[in-house]
């Protein structure tokens, strides 16, 4: 998530993503190819990116069949990959940038899912990388378009512009209020779709949101992408405000200090409490109640422990104490390292 | 709890107390005095203090009719009153010296009801001083005594030598394990009762436990004393087992850990969190799983933000909220003297 630029409204928003979703003219829709065919369309996708000088430098390209279930999991918990990407990892691969913001999913449920992530909120600039790689990748590859139809896919929900923006927010206090439902129903007939990021309950984990349009066909990408920021910017405000009003209380201060000290001192940490813990603190920040922690940090501290990402950086299979134990260790020792 | 001699098994003992109940020969039973009879039994008491200079330098009286029921029930939390002693304050009086380690009810359900204290296990320093005040008194008071009986009582369970010698005991590991009510069963064939210290339930308050003498008639003071004294070092020994095979636990270690760490950065404490919290930091230092911090510090801690006493520091009457949010600042401000 590194970005020279100063990052958006990040008290709320934890990152933007664009996703373009691609099909090449000349060949038949993922589920319609063998195994042989997805593996001989990653070659030409590494040979489009090979031949460009700018691509060849940054990517290096995964294939997904040699990972281990769990590496491939860490894919996803670093939001390079969808989960549906997993469900079977033949004659996919996956092409990723250094810092992995830029990572482009091949035969996933289309033959090109390229996705690019900013800090914060930062819609254009996520797009415009998006753009100018889809513009490269198209002069080799041909994407198949129509000119009524716009970008063919396979799932015709994303016949269009095949762009989804997505913006992952983080909405305790909308959720403490319990907002978050109400206004996701109104969200939905504005062509936007609020959900929890992570975990499917209906308190997600880590008051962790994804603000998305579910709208590709009848608008352009501009278009869709200023819809997006001003609801965004609704969203905001109104999650600001309830911050106010919540950081008010004396249990809501209670509650973010001790959140802190639990993750500076605990020696074993579930998953689950984490991410409570975290979002408390991530509040508390913005809300002044504790010293300022850069959000970049805490996102990257959020990922850094995630189970399956947890569990490649311990380099062997973890029991759940272990890797429980592993996890207290990493948060302590990285909140030490910022403290420091 | 100040002592220049070294404090003894304080890991498990906190303190150490010494009953002596008495009656004056020429007066009834408090039961059958009236209320001016009490106060007349006070003036003498107040005298028998005044004509010795040690006792007169260190005791000031306090008129228990006097006090608010929180001054009052903020005596209880300091061990210097029994419960039964607030029940009706009417013509009762306390004598303490200022370190409040001496005290002398008058008029509780005996005449004299008198107690030392010393901090760890120290029966027979603790007994010497009860003693030494014992016969000051005596000369003046004259304390009914038979050469059968001993020491005469209103309820004939203290007759005898009038002495109850109490431990208070942190036994963590022991309940933890489920083993007190088994050894409490055991204790009370040998004359000895061990219960919660504070809270009523099966689990009582912060692991705190208290071990007396229910015997008074058939031995001397010392044959009581010695018998306490035997079985203390085996429950000590119990406890210390217990402890170290507990301290393996790695979430044990969890707990400590974030205990000390809530206890050092909450906003709000309730009363019973704050017990388990220092019992189990109180554990930590015994088991050496954090920083040593000296077990009289922890003792003055625990008093000092009981309830009662608590609201007494306030100044003023606290609301629930008020409350707890004070003593999570003295349990905080504390602590952090403690480490500078």
Redesign the interface.
């Known amino acids: 998530m590194s970005n020279q630029n100063p990052v958006c409204e990040e008290d709320v928003v934890i990152c933007t993503h664009i996703h373009l979703i691609r099909n090449l003219r000349d060949v038949p829709f993922v589920s319609k190819m063998s195994r042989s065919e997805r593996q001989k369309l990653e070659q030409r996708v590494a040979s489009a990116v090979s031949e460009n000088e700018g691509l060849s430098r940054v990517f290096r390209f995964i294939d997904m069949e040699s990972l281990s279930k769990t590496e491939a999991v860490s894919l996803v918990e670093r939001f390079l990959i969808s989960a549906d990407f997993l469900s079977d990892c033949r004659g996919r691969g996956l092409f990723v940038n250094e810092d992995e913001t830029v990572s482009v999913m091949v035969n996933e449920e289309d033959h090109i899912h390229l996705q690019c992530e900013q800090a914060g909120l930062n819609l254009q600039k996520a797009f415009e990388k998006a753009d100018g790689l889809d513009d490269i990748l198209d002069k080799s590859l041909h994407f198949a378009f129509d000119e009524n139809l716009g970008y063919l896919t396979q799932n015709p929900v994303n016949l269009g512009t095949g762009m989804r923006a997505s913006l992952t927010l983080h909405l305790p206090a909308l959720r403490e209020g319990g907002g978050v439902s109400r206004i996701s129903t109104n969200l939905s007939k504005l062509g936007l779709a609020l959900r929890g990021a992570l975990g499917s309950g209906a308190e997600p984990k880590g008051a962790v949101y994804q603000l998305s349009n579910h709208v590709t066909f009848g608008l352009s990408e501009q278009e869709a992408i200023a819809n997006l920021q001003s609801i965004a910017m609704q969203l905001i405000e109104q999650e600001r405000a309830a911050r106010t009003e919540l950081a008010e209380s ?2 809501i ?2 509650t973010v ?2 959140s ?3 993750l ?5 940490m579930a998953d689950d409490e984490f991410m409570q813990l975290i979002s408390n603190v991530r509040f508390g920040v913005a809300a002044g109640l504790i010293d300022p922690i850069d959000y970049g940090e805490l996102n990257r501290l959020m990922i850094m422990v995630q189970p399956a990402t947890l569990t490649v950086a311990g380099g062997r299979k973890l029991t759940p ?1 272990e890797r429980r ?1 592993l996890r ?1 260790e990493k948060i302590r020792d990285f909140l030490q390292k910022l403290n420091a």
């Not at 500076?264 to 074993?268: D, G």
Request: hydrophobic share 40%; no cysteine.
């Open positions: 004396l249990e201060q209670d200090s001790r802190l000290a639990i500076q001192s605990a020696r074993m104490t134990s207290a």
